[in-house]
């Protein structure tokens, strides 16, 4: 079916493209004394930027020469505690690395009930006895090595693709135990390899799973263990490259398999920026986040992927899906790119993509404020939403979180900074009579022309100061966006001693933020004494994103499990308490993470029977023979 549709498909299209050619050739005149310059406007597009068409290098066809298959991250990087028991993060990748954090035992073992010296070890290498045989279509493998796009069924390509970095995943990898996986793993170059793949599967009755980053805390990439077909695993890493740059337009296209880091580090070379950075844009792809929908820490000067895609390209069984033009909105029935974004590799894999971009920030400030409570602090960020002034980021952590950073603050070399770091915390709790254990911090990052940054900033401190902020320093702040690419790190420490944790997203109405935040983690401490968890739980939150009418609110959750039998179906039960809890308070079934498979039992009851139907329509016309099989969101 597919080679029959998008072989017309792309024919259709290449008729259009004639005509349309014919039509502005029309108006290419040559000028009275013969010249033969051409009056229409050159188009830069594709043709203005070709430095910009390096590959990244940070994903490497065989990601477990440099990253961890059970774990998060880079091999190389790591939380440990010392033979002296000191907190310390290994490598040279970041800020953090390389540095002792004096705190981090104390909170650790005051938080938990732990000790640092019971340790639980994770499986070293992978076995291949311990993966299960592929189950290979062999005229699918022989048609496609004639198409000279590379393929594995190595035991460890297999398995590296065959799960995200859900607490339940990363566990049982730890303790070497694999279930399903894809059974082949593909590395399409271009889009017209894609094509290929598709065709070549549907031919052959193939089971495609889309593969960007590996990122996903939602079970999106496990493979449904019902699944009798060859799952084949389609890894868009190698297409890494932007296209083009277009300056008048202020737009980029670029392939879809393209990392964050990669896709900023390119376009900051030519002096540009997309500014979307999800805490994950290390190692998460582009085409996941039109995927699921991804938002990034500032988006509130950038805006979230919806709002910064102009045109997508995606494979699909019935052929390719694509609009007409790059124009800037269109007012043509429902938005295709709707059907795309949020669609979870359920119907088709996407292959470029064009965002927009902006000049690189000219200037770039952090900063921090202290509120005596919680509560002031959201009703500070409120009031800055509602004058919608609000920092390209402003993120406010509860007490819990404000202490838990501070736990990670790294050792300090100089007397002098620690004495005035002295200084500022008595200045906050004894002069000014905060109380430790209520205040919360709100980090802040503004970005732009100088004088206007400085505009800005005053008028965010002044509204802070009506709800009784205090200024709290730069270095609070830098500090804090530092740690979003470590943070995640920390989850494999706590399982190396007995402790497991996740976190986990909503929305929410502003009217109803306060009591989502207090009655979850209520929830989450009430469940945990009711099955049998013997320390009380970390539970936190913080709000991250803010909108006009609500926000994002980010909880962390995590508990020694020491006496358990059963941990991860404890933390599993504790977890799907919180999300009822969530759904109960008027929060979202998700702001950005995704449904996956570990939330669509929710998915009628958030989009109505009648939405959910008309979701199916879409995946039963597109991919009638369900070739896009991973089974997420319906």
């Known amino acids: 079916m597919a080679s029959e549709r998008s072989g017309g498909g792309s024919s259709d299209r290449q008729l259009i493209a004639q005509q349309r050619l014919r039509i502005i050739a029309g108006h290419l005149k040559r000028s009275e004394d013969g010249d033969s310059t051409v009056l229409a406007t050159e188009c830069k597009a594709q043709g203005g930027k070709t430095d910009v068409c390096s590959e990244g290098k940070t994903v490497p066809r065989r990601r477990q020469e440099t990253m961890k298959w059970n774990g998060w991250g880079y091999s190389d990087s790591r939380f440990h505690f010392n033979k002296k028991g000191q907190a310390e993060f290994t490598g040279k990748r970041y800020k953090l690395s390389g540095l002792i954090i004096p705190g981090l035992k104390d909170w650790f073992e005051s938080t938990f009930g732990a000790n640092v010296q019971h340790k639980t070890s994770a499986a070293s290498i992978l076995t291949s006895s311990a993966v299960q045989p592929p189950i290979l279509n062999e005229a699918f493998m022989e048609e496609l090595k004639s198409t000279g796009i590379p393929m594995s ?54 089971c495609l799973m889309p593969y960007g980053g590996g990122t996903s805390v939602s079970s999106a990439l496990e493979c449904p263990p019902e ?291 207090r009655n979850v983690k209520a929830r989450i401490v009430r469940e945990c004494k009711d099955k049998g968890v013997q320390f009380p739980p970390f539970s936190t939150c913080r709000v991250t994103q803010t909108y006009d009418a609500g926000a994002c609110v980010y909880f962390y959750f995590a508990f020694n499990y020491r006496g358990l039998s059963d941990p991860v179906h404890i933390y599993e039960q504790v977890e799907h308490a919180a999300r009822e809890e969530i759904l109960a308070n008027g929060g979202s079934l998700s702001h950005h993470h995704g449904v996956g498979k570990l939330r669509k039992e929710w998915m009628r009851e958030t989009v109505s029977s009648v939405g959910m139907g008309m979701l199916k329509s879409v995946k039963d016309y597109v991919d009638p023979n369900n070739i896009f099989g991973n089974r997420n969101l319906l």
């Open 153 to 206: 069924h190595d035991a460890e390509d297999r398995v590296f693709r065959g799960h995200g970095h859900c607490l339940h995943e990363v566990f049982a990898l730890r303790e070497g135990r694999i279930g399903r996986v894809p059974d082949l793993v593909v590395w399409p170059n271009c889009h017209d390899d894609v094509v290929k793949i598709v065709e070549l599967a549907c031919k052959h009755n193939v």
């Open 227 to 517: 699944e009798t077909r060859c799952i084949v695993s389609v890894d868009t890493s190698q297409m890494n490259r932007i296209l083009w740059i277009d300056e008048k337009n202020l737009t980029a296209h670029m392939e879809a398999g393209i990392v964050g880091q990669d896709l900023e580090r390119l376009l900051n070379e030519s002096g540009f920026c997309t500014g979307h950075e999800p805490d994950s844009m290390e190692f998460s792809s582009l085409g996941g986040w039109v995927a699921t929908r991804a938002s990034g820490m500032k988006k509130n000067l950038y805006g979230n992927i919806e709002d910064l895609v102009v045109h997508i390209k995606m494979v699909s069984p019935r052929g390719v899906i694509e609009k007409s033009c790059q124009g800037p909105r269109m007012s043509t029935g429902p938005d295709i790119h709707h059907f795309i974004m949020g669609s979870e590799g359920t119907l088709g894999v996407v292959t470029e993509v064009t965002l927009k971009i902006r000049p690189m920030p000219e200037y770039r400030k952090y900063g921090s404020v202290v509120f005596p409570n919680f509560e002031q602090g959201v009703a500070c960020l409120r009031e800055v939403a509602k004058q919608r002034c609000a920092p390209a980021s402003i993120r406010l952590m509860d007490n819990e979180q404000f202490k838990f950073g501070h736990a990670l603050k790294p050792q300090v070399s100089s007397i002098f900074t620690s004495f005035l770091d002295g200084l500022k915390k008595f200045y906050i709790t004894k002069f000014k009579g905060f109380d430790p254990n209520h205040l919360c911090v709100a980090t802040l990052l503004f970005e732009g022309n100088r004088e206007k940054v400085l505009q800005h900033e005053k008028q965010v401190y002044d509204i802070a100061a009506k709800f009784g902020g205090l200024a709290a320093g730069e270095d609070n702040g830098q500090r804090g966006y530092m740690l979003t690419f470590v943070i995640a790190y920390l989850r494999d420490l706590g399982m190396d001693h007995y402790v497991i944790g996740e976190s986990f997203e909503t929305s929410v109405p502003w009217d109803r933020v306060l009591d989502l935040c």
